[in-house]
């Protein structure tokens, strides 16, 4: 038997939502248990599009594609479309837009956030692409140095839009950590760069070790990773096709023993260059739909743009993620957050 979650538009509706479950099918025992299950290291535990096609203060609320934990417990999203939310991390009801912009006032592909331990904001835009420091209010405080290859063409080997997805701070806060989206021109397909920076004395960052990972498939990307406190990784990886809809699985990853790659112009599948270790945790594709409806086919219909991520506690030896998917503004795509039970 499957229960569906009951969700609702209204801030308050939200709340009972999260916990609030009806039958399914009428040939199915109310008393049967409900399996959240979506593999045996992950559960569903329920998922909201209460933020679909919103607006908030005249700001559509959407283009997601990244979450960070504030310093008040807050939730902040990060759009594409150069506008960070702060979000109430119970409700997700939005309650400040603050737009960004780069040092000519031209906006960002934003992609990737940081909240750093000042309260600072790191934000990567990916045409770049680039890593820029801001202060609460928007304001540019600091651009991080790119090295030369992962620059877009012709400056680099990058091609546009395909660069700095996923950005998180490792344990201790002194690492900063970029994945690519997807491979450098002279690559092999599929095998992406996990670009590092080291905090300095004076609170910069300098480009440090770069790591290899290696996707399931050339079509899939990485658009986002979440350090842990152990020094490894949660990695997403994403990839759409027309006609059948999104793929997204969710890895754990370990960098720790990975050859450095800073120095090797090609990666092409070189015996001598270990890549980042990984182990599938759960292809989002058998979680439960819990109720969940498509606009366009998906093999699954919870399915949609996943591109956010972020570990929001611990909670009976489980890490509480948060997944968020970016609808692009699109009409047959939908703003929905996930709230998932993680075994590591």
């Keep these: 038997m499957q229960l569906r979650t009951v969700l609702a538009t209204g801030t308050a509706a939200l709340v009972a939502a999260a916990c609030l479950t009806v039958a399914g099918p009428a040939a199915a025992s109310a008393t ?66 603050v737009p960004l912009a780069d040092e000519r006032g031209a906006a960002l592909d ?20 680039s890593i820029r420091r801001y202060s609460v209010d928007g304001s540019i405080l600091d651009r991080l140095p790119v090295p030369a290859s992962l620059q877009v063409a012709p400056a680099g080997r990058a091609t546009s839009n395909q660069t700095f997805e996923g950005l998180t701070l490792l344990h201790g806060g002194r690492t900063l950590l970029a994945s690519m989206e997807y491979a450098l021109s002279g690559d092999t397909a599929g095998i992406v760069r996990f670009q590092t920076w080291t905090r300095t004395k004076d609170n910069h960052f300098r480009p440090s070790a770069q790591y290899a990972y290696r996707t399931d498939a050339p079509f899939l990307g990485v ?76 093999p699954n219909p919870l399915l949609d743009n996943i591109e956010g991520m972020v570990v929001t506690g611990r909670a009976k030896g489980r890490l509480e993620v948060l997944l968020v998917s970016d609808d692009n503004q699109n009409a047959v795509q939908t703003t929905r957050f996930y709230h998932l039970r993680v075994r590591v």
């Design 223 to 298: 658009p986002e990773v979440q350090s842990l406190p152990d020094g490894r990784l949660l990695v997403l990886e994403r990839g759409f096709t027309s006609g059948v809809g999104n793929t997204v699985r969710l890895y754990l990853a370990d960098p720790r023993h990975a050859t450095d790659t800073a120095d090797i112009e090609n990666l092409t599948g070189q015996d001598d260059v270990r890549l980042i270790r990984k182990t599938l945790l759960t292809d989002i594709a058998t979680c439960p739909t819990l109720g969940a409806t498509a606009k366009q086919p998906q």
């Design 110 to 129: 934003s992609e990737g956030l940081v909240i750093d331990r000042d309260g600072t904001r790191l934000i990567t835009s990916e045409t770049e692409p």
């Design 32 to 97: 049967e248990p409900v399996s959240h299950a979506c593999s045996p290291a992950v559960s569903l535990d329920r998922f909201s599009d209460a933020l679909d096609k919103t607006t908030y203060d005249g700001t559509f609320v959407g283009n997601f594609s990244a979450l960070a934990l504030d310093r008040d417990g807050s939730l902040a999203a990060l759009s594409d479309r150069s506008a960070l939310f702060d979000l109430d991390a119970r409700t997700l009801a939005p309650s400040k837009v």
